[in-house]
């Protein structure tokens, strides 16, 4: 509820616990989970002598842990983060009503009634669903309304300074005129050839590196796992199927597929009576069991002007096209089999189907067989699923679980939190191998539903903390990021000096790759060249600018050889208006809020 109104007016970190709110106050109310804290109103901060409480800071922390989007085990780093906000948030609703900004009873009313999460299908305001909402996130309607009015001031005070700022034409002009330049310029990649000599790695340089960047070598935490599956595509394999079954599903599955049907259509009126349209299609039977084509005598019989011409084609149909008794009979029959009289509002007809709808059996045999296999499993894949819940939740291993239902006993390599491959990749997987009954206490894991066809139960065999691992181990990645960083820094003195070469006027042998006109979203050029060559002083008259720049993977030489106006694309700059007056507001924001911390008196206990 709150989110909404909060939107692009607070940290990611305050957001998380707004968004919160109504998942994890379904099971506790505000008040019960205060309670559950204690402490008596214990201070953790002071701002400009208002006091921030434990009880006021717990609420947002468990709230965030609560929903499940912030791990428990980065709680203490969350606390330290949310309270943060909250003396921001102190301080700006501080200098909101110190400033005279006010809402009254009836804009709180008319926020409430608006909001979509208290309106019934038809848009309108439902009493009933506000009242159940709040509860079910722990709010009376006046502890509500107390929390919305803050978080509207907030929002008030933060609206005023975005539109207070505001960019001069001129600014806009320039903004645009920027935005719509181009450049032609040629850039030249340097590689290790370019070096005198192959950079040297000494153990020293290994060592000093290593310590430099230890967060890099860490081993996350890991575990070894145990694991079986029951899957019921693997037990369908084994099934071998009878080719008469394999046709008969194939033709019951021709019973339902579209078809083209043929017609001939007798109608009866104040001219024909019902038993002389009769005879006439009785007629027409007879002619064609002495082996008349249909199509003939559907030109010949049918009161259907619009088909006669066609054979009586009526095209291919599905069911509930014409009927019920016309779906009956055309649905009833095989190609080439013509039905009895069949009667609708349009008259009377005989009825026959040309051609199915469906692949050929022999380009289906397989898919068939699988289906009729899974069918034939299917009591049997239960059965050991059951099984499977009840003898892992009671057995001290995976190894006798496994040889009492004749499964394989999978074994893992060392995997993260992060997963591993195949079946350790799967949603759920490794949030079960690391859950507390199954990494801690030492059970089996409860049973996994991987998908519809498989179930698994794992189990840790072995567990790791994470560490940083030796050198020793990660020698040769260290000595790969030393080489690469020395042969980038020696790269970097080259370019510094060719630099200073081409800019003295000398002519330098190089494979410079050329491009024209350029625009700041240009695609097919390394970004760091990019913004390099728009960042260059404009080239006087013919003399070409030079530069260099590097990234991870490359050191570049740059030339730019001119700079032009481009072509005014009218909806690109109005983006980029939009982007640079938010980021003005957003710069408003954020110097309010420095400017507060820097002038207020905050206590941390």
């Known amino acids: 509820m709150l989110q909404s109104i909060r939107d692009r007016s607070r940290s990611w970190g305050a957001k998380i616990i707004v968004a919160a709110v109504v998942v994890t106050m379904a099971l506790f109310g505000i008040e019960s989970l205060v309670g559950l804290f204690g402490g008596g109103g214990d201070e953790v901060a002071k701002v400009n002598g208002q006091t921030i409480t434990r009880q006021e800071l717990e609420m947002e922390v468990q709230r965030a842990i609560r929903s499940g989007q912030v791990p428990p085990e980065q709680e203490r780093a969350l606390r330290g983060q ?14 909101a009503e110190d400033g005279g900004l006010y809402l009254s009873d009836e804009q709180l009313d008319q926020v409430i009634v608006t909001l979509p999460e208290f309106q019934d299908q038809r848009g309108r305001f439902d009493t009933e669903l506000f009242r159940n909402r709040l509860a079910s996130a722990g709010f009376t309607p006046n502890s509500f309304r107390a929390a919305l009015r803050v978080d509207l001031k907030r929002q008030q005070l933060q609206q005023g300074l975005a539109v207070s700022d505001f960019v001069l034409d001129s600014e806009r002009e320039a903004l645009a005129s920027l935005q719509r330049q181009v450049r032609s310029f040629r850039y030249y990649v340097l590689g290790a050839e370019e070096l005198d000599e192959p950079v040297k790695v000494s ?8 310590q430099e960047n230890r967060e890099r070598y860490q081993r996350p935490e890991q575990v070894r796992l145990e694991y079986v599956i029951v899957d019921r595509q693997q037990m369908a394999e084994q099934v071998d199927v009878d080719e008469e079954a394999i046709r008969q599903a194939w033709e019951e599955r021709g019973r339902d597929a579209d078809r083209r049907v043929s017609h001939i259509m007798v109608t009866f009126d104040g001219e024909r009576s019902r038993d002389e349209a009769v005879a006439r299609l009785e007629e027409v039977r007879e002619r064609l069991a002495d082996g008349e084509s249909f199509e003939d005598l559907a030109l010949q019989y049918s009161d259907d002007p619009s088909t006669a011409e066609q054979g009586g084609d009526l095209g291919m149909i599905s069911r509930g096209f014409f009927g019920d008794a016309f779906d009956e009979a055309a649905f009833a029959l095989s190609p080439g089999q013509v039905s009895g009289i069949v009667e609708t509002d349009n008259g009377l007809h005989l009825v026959k189907v040309t051609e199915l709808d469906q692949a050929p059996l022999e380009e289906v045999r397989d898919d068939l067989a ?9 009591d049997e894949y239960n059965r050991r699923v059951q099984a499977l819940i009840d003898e892992s939740f009671a057995a001290d291993d995976l190894a006798s679980v496994a040889d009492s239902l004749s499964l394989e006993l999978h074994e893992s390599d060392w995997v993260s939190r992060d997963g591993g491959d195949g079946v350790l990749s799967e949603p759920g997987v490794m949030s079960e191998a690391f859950s507390e009954d199954v990494l801690v206490e030492g059970f089996n894991s409860e049973v996994i539903e991987l998908d519809e066809d498989r179930r698994m139960v794992l189990r840790v065999a072995g567990h790791r903390e994470a560490t940083v691992l030796p050198l020793d181990e990660v020698r040769e990645r ?15 003195d080259v370019a510094r000096q060719r630099v200073e070469r081409l800019r003295d006027g000398e002519e330098l042998d190089l494979d410079w790759q050329q491009v024209e006109q350029a625009t700041r979203q240009q695609d097919n050029v390394p970004r760091s060249v990019l913004q390099t060559a728009f960042r260059l002083p404009h080239p006087q008259g013919d003399e070409a600018v030079y530069g260099h720049t590097s990234d991870s993977e490359r050191v570049t030489l740059i030339a730019l050889d001119s ?3 481009g072509e005014v694309d009218e909806q690109t700059e109005a983006f980029v208006a939009r ?12 110097g309010l809020r420095n400017h507060l911390r820097e002038t207020a008196e905050i206590e941390r206990y």
Not at 579 to 590: F, N, T, V
């Open 478 to 492: 260290v000595a790969a990021a030393v080489e690469q960083r020395k042969q980038r820094e020696a790269l970097l």
């Open 370 to 378: 699988r289906g009729l296999a899974l069918e034939q499993v299917n």
């Open 203 to 210: 153990d020293a340089d290994l060592e000093a590196y290593y």
């Open 563 to 565: 700079v032009g106006a």
């Open 82 to 95: 949310v309270l943060d906000e909250m003396i921001g948030e102190r301080l700006l609703l501080t200098f």
């Open 579 to 590: 982007m640079a007056q938010q980021l003005r507001a957003q710069a408003a924001i954020q």
